[in-house]
Antibody
Framework: QVQLVESGGGVVQPGRSLRLSCAASGFTFSTYGMHWVRQAPGKGLEWVAVISYDGSNEYYGDSVKGRFTISRDNSKNTLYLQMNSLRAEDTAVYYC?????????WGQGTLVTVSS | QSALTQPASVSGSPGQSITISCTGTSSDVGGYKYVSWYQQHPGKAPKLMIYEVSNRPSGVSNRFSGSKSGNTASLTISGLQAEDEADYYCSSYATSSTLFGGGTKLTVL
């Protein structure tokens, strides 16, 4: 069965960096686009970024463009999100999700708290 | 990258039907067949309920149905049950991005 397990969340100071990982199993990772989606406490879902199956194309939401980088290692079945210049408003649960046009499976999320 | 528009809340009694709307533009909802609906219970990850406007993934009850007219998509839940109480989000593919609605809280009275 499809499994997506995020890791790397935690408490970080404003302006610092953090890298999230998403370990995938149960499907052929290298043939699917992958997304990061976040949800601030008590708020709705916000799309963060998407990467194509082979890593050749990446797109970002306006609020993270220029600060976050999505990447993948198909040999390790792992998706990444490098987050730089973190702000308080980046505090959220970050989910990875499988698919390009449809996000058909989601991980359980990892909490990122940006606070001094 | 504007969010799609959903009502903040809807409610219904067990056995009734409800419909949640999701309004976008011709550049997203109206321009593509890639509209999805997600159900999220408190503290849980979102779960895909409808994809490509009106298709149900395997295992999703046929009480859930989706449709689209112009720039507005809709999710209908018939025969409401207590376990349907959750937040519901629509999503649409758009060129170089993915958009989500603000979410609708469904209360089963």
């Amino acid at each position: 069965q499809v499994q997506l397990v995020e890791s790397g969340g935690g408490v970080v100071q404003p302006g610092r960096s953090l890298r999230l990982s998403c370990a995938a199993s149960g499907f052929t990772f290298s043939t699917y686009g992958m997304h990061w989606v976040r949800q601030a406490p008590g708020k709705g879902l916000e799309w963060v970024a998407v990467i194509s199956y082979d890593g050749s194309n990446e797109y970002y939401g306006d609020s993270v463009k220029g600060r976050f980088t999505i990447s993948r290692d198909n040999s390790k079945n792992t998706l990444y999100l490098q987050m730089n210049s973190l702000r308080a408003e980046d505090t959220a649960v970050y989910y990875c999700a499988k698919g390009r046009m449809t996000l058909d499976y989601w991980g359980q999320g990892t909490l990122v708290t940006v606070s001094s | 990258q504007s969010a799609l528009t959903q009502p903040a809340s809807v409610s219904g009694s067990p056995g009734q039907s409800i419909t949640i709307s999701c309004t976008g533009t011709s550049s997203d909802v109206g321009g593509y067949k890639y509209v999805s609906w997600y159900q999220q219970h408190p503290g849980k990850a979102p779960k895909l309920m409808i994809y490509e406007v009106s298709n149900r993934p395997s295992g999703v009850s046929n009480r859930f149905s989706g449709s689209k007219s112009g720039n507005t998509a809709s999710l209908t839940i018939s025969g409401l049950q207590a376990e349907d109480e959750a937040d519901y989000y629509c999503s649409s593919y758009a060129t170089s991005s993915t958009l989500f609605g603000g979410g609708t809280k469904l209360t089963v009275l």
